[in-house]
């Protein structure tokens, strides 16, 4: 399996077993690879984070969300009910959610290599982040299907 397989492949261990065990959500991976089709196509907004990494390759990493899968999120997370949560803590909960999943991927992928993960930042998920111009496909996308809605995920290198 090349690299881009194998990320791919510890992506999607990472990220099922983080929404599983830390915010007790199953998840299913869809075929589906069109993240503007998950953003524009809401009727809700949806909240995005992205952190920039550097290791053995640098790119950034990202998560997409529609606000009320954020809200059920940061409550399964906290113990909290939606209703009482401020959007300050569902930032952080989508900043951490992509902090662990980047950071699981990329032991998953090598854990003798040392990744340096940026700080998560919110970003505006209509504006993807750009992607390597050498001409290669350098992109990963995972798409995830819960109980409720679907978000994904998104690796760039380059």
């Given at each position: 399996?090349?690299r881009m397989?194998?990320l791919k492949?510890?992506?999607?261990?990472?990220?099922?077993?983080?929404?599983?065990?830390?915010?007790?959500?199953?998840?299913?991976?869809s075929?589906?690879?069109?993240?503007?089709?998950?953003?524009?196509?809401?009727?809700?907004?949806?909240?995005?984070a992205q952190?920039?990494?550097n290791?053995?390759?640098?790119?950034?990493?990202?998560?997409f969300?529609?606000?009320p899968?954020a809200?059920?999120?940061t409550?399964?997370?906290?113990g909290?009910e939606?209703?009482?949560?401020?959007?300050?803590?569902?930032?952080?909960?989508?900043?951490?959610?992509?902090?662990m999943?980047?950071?699981?991927?990329?032991s998953?992928?090598?854990?003798?290599?040392?990744?340096?993960?940026?700080?998560?930042?919110?970003?505006e998920?209509?504006?993807?982040?750009?992607?390597a111009?050498?001409?290669?496909k350098n992109?990963i996308?995972?798409?995830?299907?819960?109980?409720?809605?679907?978000?994904?995920?998104?690796?760039?290198?380059?």
């Open positions: 399996m090349n397989g194998e492949e510890a992506m999607k261990d990472s990220i099922s077993e983080i929404l599983e065990t830390m915010f007790f959500t199953p998840v299913e991976f075929e589906e690879q069109d993240l503007n089709l998950l953003i524009r196509s809401r009727e809700e907004p949806v909240v995005s952190l920039i990494f290791g053995p390759f640098a790119g950034n990493f990202s998560v969300a529609p606000v899968l809200k059920e999120l409550a399964n997370l906290l909290l939606e209703e009482n949560l401020g959007r300050e803590q569902i930032e952080a909960t989508i900043k951490e959610l992509l902090n999943v980047a950071g699981k991927t990329f998953l992928y090598d854990s003798q290599s040392v990744f340096d993960l940026g700080v998560p930042d919110m970003v998920a209509t504006e993807l982040p750009p992607v111009s050498n001409g290669q992109e996308t995972v798409i995830v299907e819960t109980v409720s809605d679907i978000l994904g995920f998104r690796l760039a290198i380059g």
